[in-house]
């Protein structure tokens, strides 16, 4: 099954709030309610950029429990594979766009005493909704969030002003680093962990934990990312016997696409599994950009991620 | 539609039958004449008028029956209905979900008018008129939960998801084919699944979990699942089975028809939306043999079946003191023909 039930949308705002950083107001194009969703989720949003089908997963930001409009944030980045490039500069209010049915796999853990969130930059997105979410639900959580300047850091004013003592503000450029490791050393029992950022701050946070002795079970990481560039390769698929070329900014699962293959996925971005294919042989060495597979099952070369993963080599052939 | 609810029992006098109308409905679970194990799924989605996939919720002529039973087997034991503290999110989204269906399939028998979160629900057949604030517990007469399933033929549980497992933390269970949610509660798919035989090797639970996780919002999901009971009890619990275990010695070739019911799951999956866990629901169907064999075809189909079942099946399900009178009794309808693909009668 690829992708998930689909939803028309309507632009109704963009609005600049930080240094290359956009939020996007949908509304349901019909005019009609959005899905609830849970804070945490994200939706695949749909853009046909020429010839190309562009998506990209961005997470839901304002109220989970507000059906009229949902709020995305997108980031200008300079390796841009063209997502956030189109939406900055090629959309406007009042253009209809195709979007996925909320997926949450970035859930809170509703059996936490307490939740402590730590957002590094655009990382800020999931915790407005979940802070929303717990908030209305009366239950415990703290904000950590870092940035690198003030103006980079988008909706620090709007969730200081919201949530008030409980958001902590950091911004390197202030000289005010996250004190990760004081910060985890004085939680109460059975408070859960969230950490949504740069991956290099993600791979700090969550093993500064571990050396302080947290649960893995109450360790939870959002680590969505774009499919990495790479050499370009063949893909050969060995059940419909049609080979495709991978491009170098490509991914396996667009290749797919726009070969006509409806290959599937959900989160696109190499942490939910749905997009797991078995590889029949490969020439070359496979580049797992995946936080799925196991280490066992790298090494076993039989499975790969077709969203984020892709061949240093010459061909790949693929169980399809 | 014309629905007319029936008054019988599930016990005692054991009084339950189906009308023309509802055998004709009957979730036939079998396409083929032999059975094999697989996860099954397709979309839950709109099925043929007056077929059991007609609604996401069925409503059929056993609905007040059924509750009365439900209402009884509660009083008896509580323990039934059970909800750890941190799935109250999951309780309000299931009241959401079977109102709106059942509102919106049935007209005639359910009404929910909503104004932000003053809902008012009207159950004309259980004579239920309640007014409440949705997501205020204090306003039901009863936990979320426990309200709208007391008003709803099925067993329902509320899995929660974490660390890539569901784990049953709430459900209500009083029509249960030999299992417990007193005992299940708390536990993780796979410690749920334990006992099965088979399907851990052929590893249709891995693939199954790992599609459940991936359940989308708006994309519900069914399957259909078999066993046999012996008189129509909906209640075969493990706490009751002092009260049914000894049925199964009853049976003999002149009352297998009236005794042996086929017992059919039409299991549903749903992701909730506030708070990301997922329903599965359970819904009984009932038939006796006397009954299905008025379809020619399931007669057929399910003499082979029944004497195609592996020894490991026929003992997990429970079959095994009768089996032998079934498929016996059932032969005499077996003409050797071929039968038909699909599941539905001739």
């Known amino acids: 099954m690829s992708g998930g039930a689909e939803l028309r949308v309507k632009i109704a705002e963009i609005e600049p709030v930080a240094t290359d950083v956009r939020r996007f107001r949908f509304v349901a194009a019909d005019g009609g309610a959005l899905p609830l969703f849970s804070g945490g989720a994200h939706v695949v949003v749909g853009m046909e950029a020429g010839d190309r089908r562009i998506r990209n997963a961005y997470s839901l930001m304002g109220s989970p429990f507000d059906e009229s409009s949902y709020q995305v944030s997108v980031l200008k980045t300079r390796d841009s594979r063209g997502g956030s490039v189109f939406l900055h500069e090629r959309v406007a209010v009042g253009d209809t766009l195709v979007i996925s049915h909320p997926v949450n796999l970035f859930p809170v853990d509703r059996r936490a005493r307490k939740h402590l969130f730590i957002a590094g930059g655009i990382g800020i997105t999931p915790f407005l909704a979940m802070a929303e979410q717990l908030s209305e639900e009366g239950a415990r959580f703290e904000l950590h969030y870092a940035m690198r300047a003030r103006d980079c850091g988008a909706y620090a004013e709007e969730a200081a002003r919201l949530y008030g003592g409980r958001v902590h503000l950091y911004c390197s450029a202030e000289g005010r680093r996250l004190p990760v490791d004081a910060l985890l050393a004085n939680q109460p029992l059975g408070t859960h962990l969230y950490v949504c950022g740069p991956e290099r701050m993600i791979e700090g946070v969550i093993g500064a934990a571990r050396d302080a002795g947290w649960p893995e079970e109450n360790l939870h990481a959002e680590r969505f990312q774009a499919p990495p560039a790479g050499e370009p390769f063949r893909a050969r698929l060995a059940r419909s016997g049609i080979s495709i070329d991978v491009g170098p900014h490509q991914s396996l699962l667009e290749a797919l696409e726009a070969a006509g293959i409806d290959a599937p996925y959900l989160c696109r971005g190499g942490a939910c599994g749905q997009c797991e294919t078995a590889i029949v042989s490969c020439d070359g060495t496979l580049v797992h950009n995946d936080h799925y597979l196991t280490p066992e099952e790298r090494a076993g070369a039989a499975k790969i991620m077709t969203c984020v993963s892709r061949l240093a080599g010459r061909e790949l052939v693929l169980d399809l | ?346």
Not at chain 2, 116 to 133: E, V
């Open chain 2, 1 to 346: 539609m014309g629905l007319v609810f029936k008054t019988e029992t599930f016990r005692d006098d054991f009084t339950f039958s189906n009308s023309p109308a509802s055998i004709r409905r009957f979730p036939f679970p079998f396409d083929r004449d032999a059975y094999a194990y697989s996860v099954n799924i397709e979309p839950h989605t709109k099925g043929a008028p007056g077929s059991v996939f007609e609604f996401p919720i069925d409503v059929d002529e056993h609905y007040v029956a059924e509750m009365h039973d439900r209402a009884l087997v509660l009083k008896a034991d509580p323990l039934r209905c059970q909800s750890l503290p941190h799935m109250i999110t999951a309780e309000w989204d299931l009241v959401e979900l079977l109102m709106t269906s059942m509102a919106e399939a049935y007209p005639e028998h359910f009404t929910l008018t909503r104004d932000g979160d003053a809902w008012h629900w009207i159950n004309r057949p259980l004579g239920i008129d309640d007014r409440f604030t949705f997501g205020d517990t204090a306003t039901l007469p009863l936990p979320p939960m426990e309200y709208i399933t007391r008003q709803c033929q099925g067993d329902f549980s509320l899995l929660d998801q974490r660390d890539n497992n569901l784990w049953m933390d709430a459900g209500i269970v009083t029509t249960q084919a030999d299992w417990s949610l007193d005992f299940d509660i708390g536990m993780n798919f796979m410690e749920w699944h334990g006992p099965v035989p088979l399907a851990h090797e052929a590893g249709v639970f891995d693939r199954a979990l790992k599609f459940l996780l991936n359940l989308q919002l708006g994309r519900p999901v069914r399957r259909l699942n078999w066993t046999m009971t012996i008189n129509p009890r909906l209640d075969t619990s493990p706490e009751n089975y002092h009260k049914w275990g000894t049925d199964r010695t009853t049976v003999t070739t002149e009352n297998v028809g009236d005794k042996v019911h086929l017992r059919v799951e039409l299991q549903a999956l749903w992701r909730l939306p506030r708070s990301n866990a997922i329903v599965f629901s359970i819904r009984c169907y009932l038939i006796k043999l006397s009954e299905l064999v008025t379809s020619p075809k399931w007669a057929r189909r399910l003499h082979r079946v029944l004497k195609s079942l592996p020894p490991e099946l026929i003992d997990y399900k429970g079959l095994t003191r009768y089996h032998p009178q079934t498929v016996e009794w059932l032969s005499k309808f077996d003409d050797g023909a071929p039968t038909s693909p699909g599941i539905g009668p001739d």
